[in-house]
């Protein structure tokens, strides 16, 4: 019988690919000595199956064409990410729309835009923060089309809150409480591009806004 390694061959996972390559190597290289040793010492009367090293060097194959998958990866994961910042640099200095209900608080004032569908004979309008807390509640304008809305950051007790990033829920209904469609937008000016966390943010005041949370791109 050919002695089996399998327990030695490396695992690629929490390991670098030049690592588990040379560990790779290593192995094999023992895989080797112990196959032509048995090989030289076999009995000619009764030859060794050869099913057994085949299923092994079929093995170290497969790891070794898992090793190169990986490094194939990392290498098109880092080409996206170079990517992704080289496009959220040309977004410096433009103006952006963003349609998820965040804005800024910057020097005490929030600013919004909503839109009602239809007329509404209520319409709360709810600030909450970046913890999801509610921080402020209002009635809002009960017209059809666009309403503008600024807020100075205070909450439901007259505190002054934190610059940082707020959202703005607008919940409408008609007489017959039947909901009315609403949206909400902000805008603001990208100052600039945050690369700390491996992924480009763009900043807005004191908001950081991924690629994908731009409705719309001005000049």
Do not use: C, R
Not at 55 to 76: A, F, P, R
Not at 133 to 152: I, K, L, R
Not at 178 to 190: D, F, L, M, P, W
């Amino acid at each position: 019988m050919v002695t089996s390694v399998t327990g030695t061959t490396p695992s690629t996972t929490g390991t670098s690919s030049p690592d588990a390559m040379q560990q790779l190597s290593s192995n094999f290289s023992t895989f080797l000595t112990l196959l032509t040793t048995q090989l030289k010492n076999q009995d000619p009367t009764s030859p060794m199956d050869s099913n057994t090293f085949t299923q092994q060097l079929v093995m170290y194959s497969q790891v070794e064409q898992q090793i190169n998958t990986n490094d194939n990866l990392k290498t098109l994961i880092s080409q996206g990410t170079t990517n992704a910042s080289a496009m959220a640099a040309t977004y410096l200095g433009k103006k952006v729309s963003v349609t998820n209900g965040n804005a800024s608080l910057t020097g005490g004032t929030a600013n919004w835009t909503y839109n009602l569908d239809t007329a509404s004979a209520t319409t709360q309008l709810t600030i909450t923060d970046s913890k999801g807390q509610t921080v402020f509640t209002s009635n809002g304008e009960t017209t059809a089309g666009d309403h503008n809305f600024t807020w100075n950051g205070k909450d439901l007790n007259g505190n002054q809150l934190a610059d940082g990033t707020y959202k703005l829920t607008v919940t409408a209904a008609d007489s017959g409480s039947n909901k009315v469609t609403s949206s909400v937008a902000s805008a603001g000016t990208i100052s600039q591009i945050d690369m700390t966390s491996g992924t480009p943010k763009l900043v807005v005041g004191n908001m950081e806004l991924g690629l994908g949370d731009i409705a719309a791109l001005g000049n």
